[in-house]
């Protein structure tokens, strides 16, 4: 009898510790994970702090988070980096983002798999060969951690073929994920897909303007809500009529609503479509207004245009300030604005003539992933080479 309950003994701890391999195997990314501290007096001053951000007290709301991101709380963490990320409170510091974003990840914390995305999405915006790649590993561990928003950014980078090998099947599986979840970018993605049947698959318009249709209802609702970036979205879907019929008027309505919600793309978008459609002097001037508005706010496309404008002397603009423009567009990174300005010194048009400089500005170009700048940069340095092979 002993040796029978040996046996069973045995064959139980056996399936015990089978069972514990199993779990630290699946689980093996979690073990270092840091249990986040439970202060009811700290989730009280952190709640507190939201409330000033939901009113506009971003500066005071960014004090409670940075003190108590200092002592290991990582909600406060989490929200500092936003912060930081967004410019609430503060002048927009993504490497200071990046520090906060990565600490608080290290806790088992309700905010763990949203901060997961938002590394993502920073390492999206940043220059260097690995960066795509390592925002697709933060994304897939977000959406690993039940964080459904990321499905959006896998099918984006699968379809785009960003950090890792094009792959339409799982761009289309993440875009129905997305979908289902009822994100609008991802109803509307994969409704571009399906009306003309992109890809390979088959078309079915009435499904694709079904998923528009869920869109819009969406995007209404947030817009009336307050959301800018929702607004902008429905007057670019008015604005292009490329899923529904063109609508001028209800384009002009939303991106004007995102305009003067503050968002800059809405008022870049609703300057150029104004500028489009109307040829009314008095009309040309508000859009230039909203342009500058969307320049100064540091909305590198609405600098860009504006040198582009004041070049080509568009709107009784003067050529002399183009330059002016492109400089403030170099200086935010937009590709556009870098290939203009790298024109300028090629030619000598407006600024001294320095092909050294218009070389440096282009390589900083094709380091964005700038086609534009990628194409001029070819183009002299053939140039450059059958000049030595003549001499």
């Given at each position: ?113 949203e901060t997961a995305y ?89 499904q694709a303007l079904k ?175 059958a000049n030595t092979k003549?001499?």
């Amino acid at each position: 009898m002993f040796n029978n309950f040996k046996k069973y003994f045995f064959a139980l701890l056996s399936c015990i510790l089978i069972l514990v391999i199993a779990f630290l195997w699946i689980d093996r990314e979690n073990i270092s994970v840091k249990n986040a501290p439970n202060d009811p007096q700290v989730n009280e001053m952190i709640s507190q702090a939201r409330a000033l951000q939901k009113k506009g007290d971003f500066e005071d709301a960014l004090i409670v988070f940075e003190k108590y991101a200092l002592r290991g709380h990582p909600e406060a963490m989490y929200h500092v980096a936003r912060a930081y990320n967004r410019g609430w409170g503060t002048q927009p510091n993504l490497d200071k983002a990046r520090h906060y974003f990565m600490l608080a990840v290290e806790y088992n914390f309700s905010y763990r798999a949203e901060t997961a995305y938002e590394l993502g999405r920073l390492y999206q915006r940043a220059i260097g060969p690995d960066c795509n790649k390592i925002a697709m590993s933060w994304f897939t561990k977000a959406y690993g951690w039940k964080y459904t928003k990321a499905a959006m950014q896998l099918a984006l980078h699968y379809e785009q073929g960003l950090g890792t090998k094009q792959n339409i099947r799982q761009a289309i599986f993440y875009y129905k994920v997305a979908a289902s979840h009822g994100i609008e970018q991802a109803l509307i993605r994969y409704a571009r897909i399906l009306q003309k049947g992109r890809y390979g698959t088959t078309a079915d318009p009435e499904q694709a303007l079904k998923l528009v249709e869920r869109a819009i209802i969406s995007l209404s609702h947030r817009s009336r809500g307050g959301s800018a970036s929702a607004a902008k979205q429905l007057g670019r879907l008015y604005r292009n009529g490329e899923l529904i019929p063109k609508n001028n008027e209800l384009a002009k309505f939303w991106l004007l609503h995102a305009a003067r919600i503050g968002n800059t793309g809405g008022m870049h978008d609703y300057a150029h479509l104004l500028l489009s459609i109307s040829s009314n002097k008095e009309t040309h001037k508000t859009a230039l207004k909203w342009l500058i508005s969307a320049a100064k706010k540091g909305h590198g496309g609405a600098m860009n245009s504006l040198g582009k404008y004041h070049l080509s002397q568009k709107y009784d603009l003067k050529r002399i300030g183009a330059v002016s423009w492109f400089n403030k567009g170099v200086a935010a990174s937009h590709g556009g604005a870098i290939e203009q300005l790298a024109k300028l010194y090629v030619k000598g048009d407006l600024v001294e003539k320095d092909l050294e400089k218009a070389v440096e500005l282009l390589e900083k170009g094709v380091a964005l992933g700038h086609s534009g700048s990628a194409r001029l940069l070819k183009r002299i340095n053939k140039a450059q080479s059958a000049n030595t092979k003549s001499q």
